[in-house]
Structure formats: C-alpha cells, structure tokens
C-alpha cells in the first residue's frame, strides 16, 4: 500500500478504482515511408477509430448533459469526414513519404493557423475543434489513450494533474466517487467546485498522477487529506466503517435543518451557501441555508463556446431568486480571470494572472460584457431578494465606476417600461488588502460588504493559492489576517451595514467561534458545512467568542491562534 498526503479538499470517503485523467504523450518524429498506400491506410484506420469514439461520446454528451454541449463532438464529427483536410493529408503521405503523423500534423497546423489568424469567433472555435480531433487521430496512430471522464460508466476516482473547472462541472456523480489532483489548494476552484458536487477530494497530492496507475484500489479521504493507493482489506474495512461514521455524523446534523441558526446565548446569525449554478439550488435547501452568500456566476460563462445571452442570464438568476423564495441572494458579477478562463474570450496571457486583468478590472473594459450581465440581473431582481456584490474591487472609484454603470442601466430599463425591484442592495467583496485597511471609507458607499478570504489570504500573505508549495501560508487564523476582519466588521458597523463573509473560511471549524467573537453578520460556505455549522454555532457563547477573538488578536502566529481555539471550543 502507497500513502499519499495532501490537502483536505472536500469532506467525506471513496472507495473505488483509479480512473486517471491525464493526457498522453503525444510526440513523434518524423520518418520515411516506403509503402505509401500502407501508411494512408494506417490513417484511415485511426480516422475510423477517433469516428467511433465521437460517435459513442456525442451520444453520452447528449445523454449525461445536453444537446448544446454534445454538438461540440458533432463538429468534431464533420472535421474527421471533412475531405478538403483529410485530402491534403494523403496528398502530403503520398508526395513526400512521410509518416502518417507527421503529414496530419503539418496539414492540420497550417488549417489552425488559418483559422486563428481570422480574428473570427466562429473560425477561432472551428480552429480549436481541429487541434483536438487532431489530437484524437494521433493518439490512435501512437497507439496512446486520450482519456474522456464522460465516457465513465463505472464508479471510480479520477486522478488528474490539475482539473480545470469546467472538467469539474462535467463530473458525473453517479459514477465519480471522488477526485485527487497532483496541484491546488484548498481554495482552488476544482476544490470549491468539488464541495458543491457533494465529491470526497484531495487536492495538491504531488505524486499523485505519477503513483497511481489506471485500475489500482483508491482510499480518499477527504476529511484528512489522505490517499491509500491499493490498501489491504483491513484498511478498505477500517475505512468502510469509518465512512458509516461520517454518514451517522452527517444524519445527526441533519435534524438542524429547519432551525435558526443561534449561539447558545440566543444571538441570530445567517448561514448561507455559495453556489455556482441554479443546478446546485437542490443541495442548498436540503442542507437548510438561510440565503445565498454568493453566486459565482462566472460558471454561466465557463464550459461553453460563447457568451451566455442576456436572456439565458436572466432565466439562471431567476431560477435561484424563485428558487431561494425571499430569502436573502448576494449574486457576484463576473469574475473571470485567476485560474477561470473563457476560451471564446481570448484574453492576454499574463504573467501572474491572479493580479492582472480579472473580475471587475476586465468588466470596467469590456463594457457591453458587464451592461447584459448588469441588465439580466436588474430584470430578475423582481422575482426575489437581491443583492448585488463587485468581485476584485480594489479602489473606491472601482466601487463607483461599476455602481454606476448599474444605475445607469436601471433608468434606462425603466425607461423602456421594464419591472426593477426598488430595493436591490449593491455591496462589494472585501478581497483585496487596500479595501480592508480602507473599509471605514467604502463602508458610506456600500449597502454590505463580504470578505473573501481565498483572496484576501493570498494577497496578504502573498502566497498564491494554486500553489501547494506555498499553501502552507494559507492561515486564515493569522493575526494579521484577524485584525483585517476585524477592521472591516468594525467600519460596516460604525455606519450600520452588515458584514458577510463567503470564502472558505467562513466555515472552518476553528475560525466560526473567532468570526463570530468579531461580530460577523453573515457566515456564507459551501452548502455541505452548513448544517455541522450550525451544530457548532448553537454551542459557543458570544460573550466568550468576543474574550476569545479579542485574545487571539495579540497573538503572534497562527499556530498560537488555532491552540486558543481548540482549548476553547472542545
Ligand atoms: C474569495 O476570494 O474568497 C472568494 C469567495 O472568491 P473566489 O474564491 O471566487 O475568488
Ligand atoms: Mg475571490
């Protein structure tokens, strides 16, 4: 048995086999051929097997997910059978006597070199559908396996480098018992992502892909950061019962569901869920959020080849403001950028994406992008209750800049006789330094504000939070960390605002008894920590969390912070 350790991604246990997601080496040299009507027949007979295998992917696309998403291998369909690039191919294997890769290499590049110097959405998308089929035909001619999660049609754990979200949101559930990657974090957003889909995962395993082989026996235990690769039946028994534990734990929290989230001492705090998509609406009622703390609405944008319209827009946010019935929904505007990318928006490639041209920065310059979002938002706003929250703001004139292109779209819907609620609340994450140390400013122009610590934490400590080699400088309990929360919870309060918190930290175990000493309003976290939340919540004291918060800030190091809370909350 192997053991692997790395980062607690997303709780829970899964037990199955290996499926490594992971692509092949697709290198090749070039060479000569004496037999040209064998090589163009090896081609035809890689050309056939990448047809079938499309054929057999675009009918699981179609079935799993939808029709939208499984014409993407319709038009990988049509590059396969297409004659005026297969011709050349021949052509190429026939005049110079080259290998059968190296003819569809050089064809096909020139095609997507074509395609790309169009400077055309349409042709940029047929371009990047070449390179792949091409990839497929040549792992068909190397003898390689390109691996394909939605051909998955038994339970397994997938074992990847990295997985990118839009990978994530294609996991099937049924058969996806749980994920490892080699790289990321706890913030990642594979990770976050893996917390919504309810999937046991360890992130930033290091060695994982290079362990671990196609068909081995996997432990992964989410709640430790722990993988045993091929354990004997002893451990799988161990964890089996350790697994039973973790669901009789889980039904005892469930009995919370319908209550108010109070402190022992009476005190109503809210307990709201992240969400990515109205898909993960179901997991937040069942799981007895009291509102949404944040709506990444990026995912809308993610996994597709163009923009969501403003009607496809306003039909998601919709969905979860009926959805959520009045209860409180903080939707974030677009914040793509980071580790979030949208291959139809081709953006700079930047040296440290995580500081460049993301989120708000990127919506103050592409206007009409953030106006349709702005407009799909104000026209739902009528069917619940909705807040509105600018992701990366950084200065007070981001802040007004992005507020006022909101105002602006409202009279002019208002104009045109459309229905806007009158009471839309317009707040900004706090995720940036210069925010928080500024808090008692941006506190008299917002309605709210809601900290993002994935963010925050990383450009404090200046420690990227892709990076598991420096995920170590992930320390919410950081005193530097606490004193930035404590100043913005206390600017909000001076001028009467409320304060949410929807990075991951709101629900750590150990930070929920210290963010409710420094006052916090909101607490909003993946839909799965609520309940154990909530379990906790009903067992401090604000009064003690108050001493205990006040204590921790004169702490030096995060280690001495995490020691006061455990012998403080038992
Ligand atoms: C954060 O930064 O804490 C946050 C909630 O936003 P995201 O994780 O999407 O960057
Ligand atoms: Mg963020």
């Known amino acids: 048995m192997t053991r692997l350790t790395g980062i607690a991604a997303s709780d829970g246990i899964a037990i199955a086999k290996a499926y490594r997601f992971v692509q092949p080496d697709l290198t090749f040299a070039k060479t000569t051929v004496h037999d040209i009507e064998a090589e163009q027949k090896r081609l035809a007979a890689a050309l056939a097997k990448a047809e079938q295998e499309l054929i057999v992917i675009r009918q699981q696309t179609l079935e799993k997910f939808s029709a939208e998403e ?30 059968a890769e190296y003819a569809l290499h050089e064809v096909t590049s020139m095609f997507v070199a074509l395609f790309e110097g169009m400077d055309d959405e349409y042709m940029s998308a047929r371009a990047s559908d070449i390179k792949d089929v091409t990839n497929r035909i040549l792992a068909h001619l190397l003898g390689v396996h390109i691996p394909n999660p939605s051909n998955i049609n038994e339970q397994v754990i997938i074992v990847a480098n990295d997985l990118t979200p839009s990978e994530t949101a294609q996991l099937d559930r049924n058969y996806v018992l749980g994920f490892i990657t080699d790289i990321g974090g706890r913030t990642s957003h594979s990770a976050i992502m893996a917390r919504s889909l309810e999937i046991p995962a360890v992130v930033g395993a290091g060695v994982a892909t290079t362990t671990i082989q196609d068909g081995d026996t996997i432990i992964v235990d989410g709640l430790t950061g722990q993988v045993l690769v091929n354990p004997s039946a002893d451990v799988i028994a161990d964890y089996q019962e350790k697994a039973q534990k973790y669901r009789v734990q889980q039904a ?178 706090v995720e940036i330094p210069s925010t928080a140390v500024m808090a008692d400013i941006f506190a008299k122009e917002v309605d709210f504000f809601s900290i993002g610590t994935n963010d925050l934490i990383q450009y404090t400590m200046a420690a990227d939070r892709m990076n598991e080699k420096v995920s170590y400088l992930y320390q919410p309990y950081n005193p530097a960390i606490l004193r930035l929360i404590q100043m913005v919870i206390k600017a909000a309060h001076q001028e009467q605002k409320w304060v949410g918190m929807c990075g991951e930290m709101a629900g750590d175990e150990h930070a929920v008894p210290l963010l409710l000493g420094l006052g916090l309003d909101e607490f909003s976290m993946s839909a799965t920590s609520i309940l154990k939340t909530r379990a906790l919540l009903k067992q401090l004291s604000v009064p003690e969390m108050q001493t205990l918060a006040t204590e921790a800030l004169q702490l030096a190091t995060a280690e001495e912070v995490l020691e006061k809370v455990k012998q403080a909350v038992k």
């Not at 069942?286 to 709506?295: C, M, N």
């Open 70 to 99: 499984a014409a993407i291998f319709e038009a990988h369909l049509l590059v396969v059978h297409d004659p005026e690039l297969i011709g050349p191919i021949n052509q190429k294997i026939a005049d110079e006597a080259v290998n």
């Open 252 to 429: 005892e929290w469930s009995t919370l569901v319908n209550e108010q989230t109070v402190s022992k001492d009476g005190v109503h705090v809210e307990l709201a869920a992240n969400i990515g998509s109205p898909n993960d609406l179901d997991g937040v009622l069942r799981h007895g959020a009291e509102g949404i703390g944040l709506y990444r609405t990026e995912f809308l944008y993610m996994g597709r080849e163009n923009l969501p319209s403003e009607e496809e827009q306003f039909t998601a946010y919709k969905t979860v403001l009926e959805g959520m019935k009045g209860k409180p929904v903080v939707i974030r505007t677009l914040d793509i950028g980071g580790d979030k990318h949208l291959p139809y928006l081709p953006l700079q490639e930047e040296m440290n994406p995580f500081l460049g041209h993301r989120a708000i920065r990127l919506c103050l310059d592409q206007q009409e992008l953030f106006r349709t979002q702005l407009r799909a938002l104000l026209r739902a706003s009528v069917y619940g209750n909705l807040k509105i929250m600018f992701p990366m703001i950084a200065t007070i004139q981001e802040f007004r800049a992005a507020k006022a292109i909101l105002l602006e779209e409202k009279e002019k819907l208002i104009a045109g006789g459309v229905a806007v609620g009158s009471s839309i609340e317009v707040g900004m994450m």
